[in-house]
Every structure is written in C-alpha cells, then in structure tokens.
C-alpha cells in the first residue's frame, strides 16, 4: 500500500508513542507525510451558560509547543502540525478529510466493558466514521 499522507492524531498520552513509531516506519517505506494532530476540545456548557473549565487547560501556545515536540522516529520523515479545536472524533474524521489522509493511525487507550461504555470510545468513532482506512494500535503492555 502507498500512503502519501498519514494522520496521527494524539491525546499527549504515551498510548500514542507506539502508534507513532508505526506511522514513521509506513510513512519512510512509502515516502509519505505524518501529519502529526491534536483535538482541543472547547469548555463544556452547563445549562445556566457557565463555563466550566475543570482543571488548568494549556494554553494555545502551549499546545502547539507539546504538539512540535512531537517528532516521527526517523527525522528524515517529513512531518506537519495541526492543532485544532472541536469534538476528538468528528474533528480527526474532518481532518483526515481536508488533508485528504490516506490513513489514520492512533494510539488506543484499550479500555473495554463498563469503562469503555461510559467514557466512549473516540478510534471507534474514528473507524466508524473515516473515510480513509484507520489503523489502531494499543500500547503493548509491559511483560514482567
């Protein structure tokens, strides 16, 4: 397979650290592109108009600092930067949309039965609904 433009989205977690060698090594063989993206998700509402903010966010510039220090592990891989603001997964699918990604590689949380249920699963929104194919990978875990 040939994929030109590669979209990594990442949450900063090291759940995407794997993921993102992954995305290195496809984008190297095929002389791709990773685009390397995060979702800044706006305060929530309440329903009297109060904002809430929860813990400290990081600021824009901040964000765009974390999100360069995000290198692909082989340098000779080109890279760009996204940052972008709305839900995770609708703005992964739209951004794999306007950059016309070949494919979507994440780092997946793995949760799965009631934790999965109730926090929802933003890469299965992503597959569900992404036009390009999505390639999911989880964390191996540590062997002792």
């Not at 901040?62 to 999100?67: F, G, I």
């Not at 109730?118 to 992404?130: D, F, K, P, Y």
């Given at each position: ?24 090594a ?38 765009k600092?974390m ?6 592990s ?10 972008i ?8 699918v ?6 016309n ?28 609904h ?7 990978f989880?964390?191996p875990?540590?062997?002792?």
């Amino acid at each position: 397979m040939n994929f030109k433009r590669i979209l990594f989205p990442t949450d900063f977690s090291h759940c995407g650290d794997a993921a993102l060698h992954l995305a290195t090594a496809l984008a190297r063989d095929s002389g791709g592109t990773i685009i390397v993206a995060h979702v800044e998700e706006p305060p929530t509402v309440y329903g009297t108009g109060e904002m809430y903010y929860g813990m400290l966010d990081p600021s824009p510039d901040d964000l765009k600092k974390m999100l360069h220090e995000i290198k692909p592990s082989d340098p000779e891989v080109p890279v760009e930067y996204r940052l972008i603001t709305g839900d995770p997964s609708s703005a992964v699918v739209r951004l794999a949309d306007e950059e016309n990604a070949d494919l979507i590689v994440l780092g997946t949380h793995g949760r799965t039965g009631l934790l999965h249920m109730l926090i929802g699963s933003t890469a299965e929104s992503i597959v569900r609904h992404a036009k390009c194919p999505v390639l999911t990978f989880k964390q191996p875990s540590e062997t002792k």
